[in-house]
Every structure is written in structure tokens, then in C-alpha cells.
């Protein structure tokens, strides 16, 4: 009995950590538990009730399915659904005519017009760009056609049926749009903004602690802590692409215009990635390889320090660049002093093989080529940290314009 | 005009394409044009309309939700939609008591128990365990409760409305399950299988690719397509994921048993963007350094290529593997070559910094280091190659007794 308890106990501090970890998520709850409380006012006044002629539910339906946690989802999938509402139920009714003037072919026209039109919504579902912005506008356009071209059959004010599902629709999509805009609001955007910026920060910290760990051997929790984020880096390419995707709804907010270039950011994580492939490999060497002898690493250890040290100053300027979302003065300076960095460690490789490769050492030498090896692939590192920096130099520009 | 015309004819194109490329896409199409007519029947059939009383629209709107393009997300979002239904239709009906129980204070009861129970379940989404199988249960949850304990407010029998839309439901997912099962079935465990083994097939030719182009300078389109292999490889963790995910729901068939270690795959996938990553890493190395002089080249080469040459084997022999789902004989001999090809480049290793660091060749050395800076990194990569070896031999062996 104590160790259920106890696990309970442990799920429990899990699950309510996920909350006090990140308060908007409660907010969202909130707000969740807010809308559909205000939709049911539609039930319990009865002039309102009558209004929408009993079909309420559709309100408290559009509110469950279409409020999501940040503005842009909410956004994107109250304009698909009305929109496809509107595009679907015309064509309904459409095809309900057609089908009643048929006489008595009615059901063969019904049937047979749904299952194209489902049979194309589906498909257009597989096309990649029509399926990011979309998917769920292609499934609302199936469900409402084929409720209100097949529910004709059944019913006879058609129109009135559809006239008054679709203004439910609105009024439960302009309840979710109000609340999720005013109350609160958590913008994909600046989520997506704020990834960006802590990838950056855990990208250099990785660097620092990377080489730390190599050359002083003073592991500590809190440094492993940090050299495991890069692997963060790695995993957030999807979240990356579905907030850009979704920040595009967004409207103009704080320091962000309407047409703000998300896929700018999209461009910088696909650079940030290829960083942290590097940074995977590099601690991959450390932890495979036998130790290479002190002298080596000694040789090396000032240079290579100095050049992480540069690069993880530019990883951290650009996140600040990135944070003020303005071109830094002081970026120029850093990258020459990176490169100076670069300079000098292939001046020390230089003098290595001549310095190690006496006939006596020659048992030793595999284990320099691989202080070898890993210094190199500080130089590799470095070459697509200073793509990046070109690249965002150029982006804050063009972010600093629009 | 006629850039317009030309236009269209592409996008057509494209369009067509998609489904010429995998007909699976097709088959699905046409599946759920035939559950959406199938299930229409319950509208032009008298007696049956009346059966469900008038609630018809409920099994449409559970076909159109619930069918996916495989046989998992098909039978998770089926039990999701059954038992969240269930619940929070019982639940609802027993607040919807306790509301009438009380009198005066019927509106409040009610809205604070959807405002609790909304919260409760939206957080609950926040849950990543949770989320990942439950999702769209905690929707649906959501929304029939709030339809079951409000609408009661102006609907009379509830018990009666709620048995009938559980009763259409059942109705619905049990056509979709039908189809989904017994026509063409589309298997996610299938489909990740095949990824997989594509995967391993990919990364083999991207290897062999790279090395080709490094060292003999013949680049072609062909070559070039192959190259580019490892970077599906680098994307595919969140496909792999979901499809392991969906696969645990999918009954027995074909080879697979009901129990099949679907997250292996997930570690498999792992262990390959290991691979992948050095890839890339060395595609870096090839695109920006200066050329090696050919001296250096030549040294290398024939090492080089036996290496990369065993590793790809290995590779292709785990594509094997897994395709037959069970342990290669050839697999120890195979590891043997690739570790006698180690040996061998580390031989060659030795012997180039006394060859290249002749004093006359001081300028040529730092090209030299870059030379031999891809061999070593030829070397790291063959590390995790020889990991994800003996993982996966343990893997098999797994695979073959369960």
C-alpha cells in the first residue's frame, strides 16, 4: 500500500510541476473553463436558446474543438472552420436542390456527390502545403457537406438548418477569438521567439561546457546539466516549423508587425541544428576515445579554449541580438576575434606533428592523432557557427527593417 | 494567360504525382468515400432513422472524425471517442441529478462542473505521457460532457439522448473499424517497419555517396540524389515516434505480433540519426574546406574506401535484417572486416605526418591536417556505426524470440 501511495504521491508533484513550471498552461485551463461557461449561457436563457432554434450545441462543439493554446492555432482553426462551414454548406444545399429536382434518383445523386467530394477533400489532405495550413478546414468541409447534403434528405428547411448552424459556428469561433485574444494571450509567436533565444543560450553553454569537461575534468551535475543542451537543439525542428506556421495568423503584437518574417526563424533553427550536430560529435569523441596524454592536450588546451570561448560569446551576443530583435555593434568585432581564435589554433596545429612524431613516441601517436582530431573538429565546429553568424547578421538586418 | 495555364498544369502535376507515388494514399481516399456513403444508409432508411431517433447526424460526424489513413490512429481515436463517451456521458448524466436535486441552484451546479471538469481535462492534455495516447479522448471528454450536463437543462429525457448518441457512435467507429481492417489495410506498423529499413538503405548510400565524391571526383546527378539520403534520416525522429505511438494499438498481422517491441524501432531510429549526424558533419568537411593536394588523397584512399565500404555493408545487411526480422549470420564476419578496416586506416594514420611534415612541405601541412582531419572523422564515424551494430544484434536477437 505505502508504494502506491508514494508513486501517487511522486505523479502527483510530476503533475503539478508541469504547471508551476509554466503558468500559461493554467491560464490556457482557465480560459478553456471560462469559454465553455460563458457558451452555456446560450442554454440557460431562454430567448437565446430559441434564437439559434435548439441547435446551441454547435457553439459549445465549436468551442471544445476549436480553442487551442495559443492565438495563432486558435486563429488558424476558427478561420478554417468558418470558411469551410460556409464553402461546405452552400455546396450542400447546392447539391440538395440538384438532387430533389433528379425526383426520384435523389438518394443516387446524394450518395454519389459525397463520395467525391469526400473522396477529394481527403486527397487534397496529402498535398504538403495544403495540409500545414488546412487539414482541419478540408475535414470540417467533409463532416459539414455530407451532414447537410445527406441530413436534406431528412429535413425539410434545409436552408434555415444550415443558416442557423453556421451563425452558432460564429458565435462560439468570435467567444474563443475574444478570450483567447484579450484574456491572457500566449502568442505563438513569441513562444516561437523565445525557443529561438534559449537555443542559442543552451548552444553555448553545451560549447563551454563541452570543452571544460575535456580540458579541466571538473564534472559537476550542474555542467552535464549543460552539455545536454544541444540535444534540445536537435529535437526542435518541428516545434519550430509548426509555431512559424501558426505565428503567421498571428495579428500584430508587442514588438512583432503582421507580416513579421517567421520563416526567418525556421531558417536560423536549421542553422542552430547544424551547430549542434557538430557539438554531438564533438562529445562523442570525448566520451569514446581513450584520454589523449596531458602534453597534448596541454599543447592545445589555451587555443582551444580561447576559440570556444569566442564562440560561445558570439552564440550568447546572438541571442541577445535576437531578444532585441536589433543588429548588434558589437557583432563585427566578435566575429574577427573569432577568427583570430581559429588563426592561432592552426598555428599550434601546425607545430604539433613535428613536436610529437619523435621515433620514441610512436606508440603514442594514435592517441595524439586523436587530440588531433578532436581539436580539428573544434575548427569544423567553428565553420558552421560562422555561416550562422553571416547568416544572422543578415536576418537581424532584415528583421531591424520590416 | 499562358504563364497561368502552364502554372496550373504543374501544380496538377504535383497533384497527380502524390497519389502516383503511393497508392495507399488513393485507397484511402476512396475508403472514406465508401464509410461516408455507407454510413448515409442510416439517413435514407426509414426504420433506421427512426431506430436512432433522429441522432443519425452522430455516426456521420464519428466517421468523418475517426477515420485515419492507418489502422492504428484509426483504432486509437475509435477507443478514445468510445470510452471518453462513455464517461463523461455518465458523468454527465449524474451531475445533470445532482443539478436537479438542488433546486434553485441548477444553473450554478452545472456550470461550475463544466468549468471543473474543463480544466481538469484540458491540463490533463498538458500531460506528455497522457498526451501522447489520450488526446483526443480528453476532447472528447470535454465535449460530451458539457453537452450531456448543459443541454440538459432544456432537453427532457437525457438518459434516452445520450444512450442514442452513444449508441450512433458505436455504430460509426464499428464501420470504421471494419473498413480500415478489412479492406486494404494500411498498417502504421508496417509503414514504420518499411521507414526503417529505408532508412538503413539510405544512409548506406549516402556513406558510399560521400566517400565516392570525396575521392574520385566523378559527380553526377545520381550520385548527388544518394548524398542527400541522410538528411530524411535527420527528420524522421517525429514520423517514427507517432507511428511507434499508433502501432501499439494495431492487432496482430502479418509478421508482427500484438506485442511487438514497437519502441525498439524508436531506439533504432535513435541510434541512426547518431549516424546520420557524422554524416553530416563529414558533408560539411567535404563542401567547405580547400581541396587536399591529390598526395594526400591518394594516401588515404584505398583505406578510406575499404572502411566506408565495410561500414555500408553493415548497413545494408541490418536493412536485411529487419526486413526478414530476424539475426544474420553474416553479421560477426561483417563487424570483423569493418574493425580490421579501423585497423588498417590507423595504420595508414601513422604513417602520414612523418611523410607529409617534410620542412618544404610547411605550407601544404595545414591542408594536410584537413586531409587528415576527414579521415579521422571517417573514423569517429565508424564508432557509432559499430554501437548501433551491437545494439541492433540485440535488437534481432529480441525481435526473433518475441
Redesign the interface.
Known amino acids: 500500500v505505502k508504494v502506491i501511495v508514494e508513486q501517487n504521491a511522486k505523479s502527483m508533484r510530476?503533475?503539478w510541476k508541469?504547471?508551476a513550471d509554466d503558468p500559461a498552461?493554467?491560464v490556457?485551463?482557465?480560459k478553456?473553463?471560462?469559454a465553455?461557461?460563458l457558451v452555456?449561457i446560450f442554454?440557460?436563457m431562454r430567448p437565446l436558446?430559441d434564437g439559434v432554434g435548439?441547435n446551441?450545441?454547435w457553439a459549445?462543439?465549436t468551442v471544445?474543438?476549436v480553442f487551442e493554446s495559443n492565438v495563432g492555432a486558435t486563429f488558424s482553426k476558427c478561420v478554417n472552420r468558418v470558411v469551410a462551414t460556409i464553402l461546405a454548406g452552400s455546396l450542400g444545399i447546392g447539391v440538395h436542390w440538384v438532387a430533389i429536382q433528379s425526383g426520384k434518383a435523389e438518394?443516387f445523386v446524394?450518395?454519389c456527390s459525397?463520395?467525391?467530394f469526400?473522396?477529394?477533400a481527403?486527397?487534397s489532405r496529402?498535398?504538403p502545403s495544403f495540409k500545414a495550413r488546412f487539414d482541419y478546414g478540408a475535414?470540417i468541409f467533409?463532416?459539414t457537406f455530407?451532414?447537410v447534403s445527406?441530413?436534406g434528405?431528412?429535413v425539410d428547411k434545409v436552408v434555415d438548418m444550415a443558416q442557423q448552424r453556421a451563425s452558432t459556428i460564429a458565435i462560439g469561433t468570435s467567444i474563443c477569438i475574444i478570450i483567447t485574444v484579450f484574456l491572457c494571450p500566449i502568442w505563438a509567436g513569441s513562444q516561437l521567439h523565445r525557443l529561438v533565444q534559449l537555443n542559442f543560450v543552451k548552444l553555448a553553454d553545451s560549447l563551454d561546457g563541452c570543452l571544460a569537461v575535456y580540458f579541466s575534468e571538473n564534472e559537476d551535475e550542474e555542467t552535464n546539466m549543460k552539455l545536454q543542451g544541444f540535444k534540445c537543439v536537435l529535437?526542435s525542428?518541428?516545434t519550430e516549423e509548426a509555431m512559424a506556421n501558426l505565428a503567421r495568423w498571428e495579428p500584430a503584437h508587442g514588438s512583432f508587425n503582421f507580416r513579421h518574417p517567421w520563416q526567418q526563424y525556421v531558417k536560423i533553427g536549421a542553422a542552430m541544428r547544424?551547430c549542434a550536430?557538430?557539438l554531438?560529435?564533438l562529445s562523442?569523441?570525448m566520451n569514446?576515445e581513450t584520454e589523449a596524454p596531458d602534453q597534448v592536450k596541454k599543447h592545445f588546451g589555451e587555443a582551444c579554449m580561447k576559440l570556444s570561448l569566442a564562440a560561445s560569446k558570439i552564440l550568447r551576443e546572438l541571442a541577445d541580438m535576437i531578444k532585441n530583435t536589433r543588429k548588434s555593434s558589437k557583432m563585427d568585432y566578435l566575429v574577427f576575434d573569432m577568427n583570430s581564435a581559429v588563426q592561432e589554433l592552426?598555428e599550434t596545429?601546425?607545430t604539433v606533428?613535428?613536436e610529437t612524431?619523435k621515433p620514441e613516441e610512436?606508440v603514442k601517436?594514435?592517441e595524439d592523432?586523436?587530440g588531433?582530431?578532436i581539436m580539428?573538429?573544434g575548427?569544423?565546429e567553428v565553420?558552421?557557427v560562422a555561416t550562422l553568424v553571416l547568416l544572422l547578421i543578415e536576418n537581424a538586418a532584415r528583421i531591424q527593417t520590416t
Request: glycine residues 6%; positive net charge.
Open positions: 510530476n503533475f508541469i504547471g498552461k493554467i490556457h485551463c482557465l478553456v473553463g471560462l465553455l461557461s452555456s442554454y440557460y436558446y435548439g446551441a450545441m459549445i462543439m471544445v474543438v438518394i446524394t450518395a459525397v463520395f467525391l469526400a473522396f477529394a481527403t486527397y496529402f498535398v475535414m467533409i463532416l455530407s451532414l445527406v441530413g434528405y431528412r529535437n525542428k518541428g547544424r550536430y557538430c554531438e560529435n562523442i569523441c569514446i592552426q596545429l601546425k606533428p613535428i612524431n610512436d601517436s594514435e592523432n586523436k588531433d582530431s580539428l573538429m575548427l569544423h565553420l558552421p
